[in-house]
């Protein structure tokens, strides 16, 4: 099977706050739309699963339920491949799905559902209503579902800035330390007590890679000793 690219969002850095908010999208917005089921999937590797379900009367998919990926069988997985909407309106009257395991096991024959990007352009899953009856939805309501999309999308880009500025506390932290640094060869006294040079005491605390060039003062020192 084809190595899926891992999805670094999981559930612990998601945190409790952001599931908690997407829970209340989908438990409001499958009322709204009178369906049994509303999900986010969340693709990690070869797997993807049922990160939430709606809490609504009716929905036969519980969270954290798994399938392989790809090859799973999911509408998910279409509107995935397809990188757009995807909209079923009755999948026992299409030849694509008529025989899907949803349809003719679970009776969920409706679906809508729209991808999930992450900040760094690749896949984090789907955000998806379904329905057991034949449901074309209109307009409104794929307009609706859009802009969950995109409040989704956006508590991604939120998680990372957190990470990002804590990250960079950490480092100002680390930097407004006092440092053993030797006076002959100016390598840094690490925690663990190993000496290394600076330019990897400072990559390892900032994530900062050193670009080497010369300042005007050695450049014109060494300039005088070829003269």
């Known amino acids: 099977m084809e190595n899926m690219e891992a999805n670094t969002f ?14 209340s999208l989908l438990d409001e917005t499958a009322e709204i739309l009178s369906v049994p089921a509303g999900l986010i999937t ?6 993807i699963e049922v990160l939430l379900s709606s809490k ?3 929905n036969p ?7 392989q990926y790809p090859n799973s069988g999911w509408y998910c997985e279409h509107t995935l491949k397809s990188r757009g909407l ?6 026992l009257q299409d030849p694509q799905w008529k025989n899907n395991s949803a349809a003719v096991g679970l009776h969920i024959i409706s679906y809508l559902g729209m991808p999930i990007e992450r900040p760094d352009g690749g896949q984090f899953g789907t955000v998806c209503f379904l329905d057991n ?34 990250r960079r506390d950490r480092m100002l932290d680390a930097l ?9 060869c100016k390598k840094v006294r690490e925690a663990t ?25 050695c450049y014109e020192r060494e300039i005088n000793k070829i003269e």
């Open 176 to 184: 407004c330390n006092i440092y053993p640094i030797c006076s002959y």
């Open 61 to 67: 998919y519980p969270a954290a339920c798994t399938s």
């Open 133 to 166: 009856k034949q449901n074309a939805h209109n307009d409104l309501h794929i307009r609706l579902v859009q802009q969950i999309k995109k409040m989704i999308e956006l508590s991604l880009r939120i998680v990372l800035a957190k990470e990002e500025i804590n």
């Open 42 to 47: 969340r693709v990690d590797g070869n797997e």
């Open 56 to 58: 609504t009367e009716g």
């Open 10 to 23: 999981n559930r612990e850095k998601l945190t409790l706050d952001v599931l908690k908010e997407w829970q």
């Open 193 to 217: 007590g190993n000496w290394v040079a600076v330019e990897k005491y400072v990559c390892d605390i900032s994530g900062a890679k050193p670009s080497h060039g010369v300042c005007p003062q």
């Open 86 to 91: 995807n909209l079923i309106p009755n999948a």
